[in-house]
């Protein structure tokens, strides 16, 4: 594995685990020199430019940023983890560059970008109607079902969250970014790490405040991301201000309340099937209880939503209701955060 990061001096391809090698010539050609017409988008490891192959296949070419929180190891990391995934709802690796101080990772090009820019955006988001916004959910579940059971690995992601996931031209959900992902082996159900890293809104409780992460933290990112898919706003934004909520905690005083359908989007008004809806919405609410174990698994979330007749319990109060508790369970540890896609790392005392 050693002399698999020692390639930077080759010239041409080659094949490693499967995934091509490409020299940082033919990568300056394909992006036009990185030219600012071909970036796709920015995020705290890097910049995301549009390529064309000499064969004329399109990629994407994430540029990992020198002064980024991903080096060497992230990088390794993310080549290897992604060259032995092999799902549809994953995005797929195509090669990878390694010259001096660059890094880059080249991926199939997915011509709808990815969810965030959808689900965020006032005019994109009516392209999705409620049939398309459940398939992606479905897609998303799929995916983190295949990486938590299914998979030769069990892989914890780690940074599940709407920019990391990707639409291809027929609006199919791929899970993206691997750089923060962490292998599990055998019976292994958790982990603790004194370097948290994740994205604000996203990140489970047990996790931004202990360094415990597990299966339950992908599936408490999931429960926040299906939440802003039937709302289509943002997590970390305050949405009762005398009580500084947070997307979780005005969802769970809906719940509380039973008016649910509140909180939709309301351009899903027309196209929506109200029960598929409050059950998504239930569903949410129990992947982000504030207690890993009362969370389901991937392989009932996925039960739940393919089985129309599937008895859900009743959710427990969720995690993160206010905008400032996040914050404060940040206290004594170094914490590498993203937030509107600007990763941070921050390091306070006791």
């Known amino acids: 594995m050693k002399d698999f990061f020692y390639t930077n001096n080759l010239d041409g391809e080659k094949k490693v685990h499967e995934v091509t090698f ?6 300056t050609a394909a992006t036009n020199n990185f030219s600012t017409s071909n970036k796709l988008g920015q995020g705290g490891f890097g910049v995301v430019y549009k390529g064309q192959l000499p064969g004329g296949q399109e990629v994407a070419v994430k540029r990992l940023s020198r002064s980024s929180g991903q080096g060497l190891e992230e990088f390794k990391n993310e080549v ?38 959808f689900i965020f955006d006032q005019e994109r988001q009516k392209l999705l109607d409620w049939e398309k916004r459940f398939l992606i959910i479905l897609g998303i579940a799929r995916g983190l079902l295949y990486l938590h059971h299914d998979s030769r690995l069990r892989i914890i992601h780690r940074d599940l969250k709407t920019s990391n996931i990707l639409l291809d031209e027929e609006m199919n959900p791929k899970i993206s970014d691997f750089g923060l992902a962490r292998i599990f082996g055998g019976n292994q159900t958790q982990e603790n790490t004194n ?9 489970s409780p047990e996790y931004a405040s202990h360094g415990l992460f597990s299966m339950k933290s992908d599936v408490f990112s999931f429960g926040v991301i299906l ?8 997590n970390n934004s305050v949405y009762v ?11 769970w005083e809906l719940w509380k309340a039973n008016r649910v359908l509140n909180l939709m ?15 998504c919405f239930q569903i949410a609410l129990l992947c982000v209880q504030e207690d890993a174990a009362d969370r389901p698994s991937m392989t009932s979330v996925v039960a739940f939503f393919i089985n ?7 959710p427990k109060r969720p995690a993160f209701t206010l905008t400032t508790s996040t914050q404060d369970s940040f206290n004594g540890r170094s914490a590498t955060l993203s937030k509107n896609k600007v990763t941070m790392t921050t390091l306070e005392g006791r």
């Open 195 to 203: 370097r948290v890293v994740g994205t604000y809104g996203y990140m």
């Open 22 to 27: 490409y020299n940082f010539e033919s990568i």
């Open 241 to 251: 201000s005398e009580h500084s909520l947070t997307l979780l905690g005005h969802a």
């Open 80 to 117: 290897v983890l992604i060259a032995k995934l092999q799902h549809r709802n994953l995005v797929r690796l195509l090669g990878y560059c390694i010259q001096e101080d660059e890094k880059m990772l080249l991926y199939e090009y997915m011509p709808n970008n990815s969810l965030d820019s």
């Open 265 to 279: 989007d309301p351009f899903l008004a027309e196209s929506c099937n109200s029960s598929e809806v409050l059950k």
């Open 308 to 314: 129309e007749t599937a008895s859900l319990s009743e």
């Open 227 to 234: 939440l802003e898919m039937i709302s289509g706003k943002k």
